[in-house]
Nanobody, 121 residues
């Protein structure tokens, strides 16, 4: 079984910064993708940032230049550094990975429980 534990959410003023963390635990053999999604009130969940096993990253247009996704492979942990936060960044942020636990098993998706980020003065 694989679990994700997120941390780092909270209340921040517009223009401020937050750093989210997501630690994966369990019998992880490999991770092909790690990502942060977010869901704002009344809206659908959307991809915010993604990093694949080769280190390539991609971002939603709305966060490019402000958010940075990174990973610590040794600790199976990903981070989302969020700078210049805006009110429209307010959302529940979910960690997501694509992983496998054996050489014979296929990859599957795992989701974290979500952490709330509120940007308000």
């Amino acid at each position: 079984q694989v679990q994700l534990v997120e941390s780092g959410g909270g209340l921040v003023q517009p223009g401020g910064s937050l750093r989210l963390s997501c630690a994966a635990s369990g019998s992880i053999l490999s991770i092909s993708k790690m990502a942060w999604y977010r869901q704002a009130p009344g809206k659908e969940r959307e991809l915010a940032a993604i990093i694949i096993s080769g280190g390539m990253t991609n971002y939603a247009d709305s966060v490019k230049g402000r958010f940075t996704i990174s990973r610590d492979n040794a600790k199976n942990t990903i981070f989302l550094q969020m700078n210049s936060l805006k009110a429209e960044d307010t959302a529940v942020y979910y960690c997501n990975i694509r992983t496998r636990t054996s050489y014979t098993g296929g990859y599957f998706e795992v989701w974290g429980q979500g952490t709330l980020v509120t940007v308000s003065s």
